[in-house]
């Protein structure tokens, strides 16, 4: 399995920016795909995840209503469209992934241990 992420860059307040996630090779049915970011000296902080169905999105309170997780039809690729861009959301944003042996996912964790995979990270600076 493999997790690239990219889309980052440096954006001034206010703007909008996707980053995306392509994913190769898959071991189950069942996954959670996360946006997780750090900055340094913190821990990594989750953003937002959507279930493998698509039923189940959560976001953390801080992006709620400014940044949409989505993923494309072919479930290769994982979106992250983030709106009203604020200083605080400067970053280095990490795609995760949690696959689960069974199909009928629902939960999804907010603690990054539970991810199995990560890509490389991509930064996102925003100036005010």
């Known amino acids: 399995v493999q997790l690239q992420a990219s889309g980052g860059g440096l954006v001034q307040a206010g703007v909008a920016l996707r980053l995306s996630c392509a994913v190769s090779?898959?071991?189950?049915?069942?996954?959670?795909m996360a946006w997780f970011r750090q900055t340094t000296g913190r821990e990594r902080e989750f953003v937002a995840g959507?279930?493998?169905?698509?039923?189940?999105?959560t976001y953390a309170d801080s992006v709620k209503g400014r940044f949409t997780i989505s993923r494309n039809k072919a479930k290769t690729t994982v979106y992250l469209q983030m709106n009203s861009l604020k200083s605080e959301d400067t970053a280095v944003y990490y795609c995760?992934?949690?696959?689960?042996?069974?199909?009928?996912?629902?939960?999804?964790?907010?603690?990054?241990?539970?991810?199995?995979?990560w890509g490389q990270g991509t930064l996102v600076t925003v100036s005010s």
């Open positions: 995760a992934a949690d696959y689960r042996p069974r199909s009928d996912v629902t939960g999804i964790e907010t603690d990054p241990t539970a991810y199995d995979y």
């Open positions: 090779g898959r071991p189950f049915s069942g996954y959670v």
């Open positions: 959507i279930t493998s169905s698509g039923h189940t999105i």
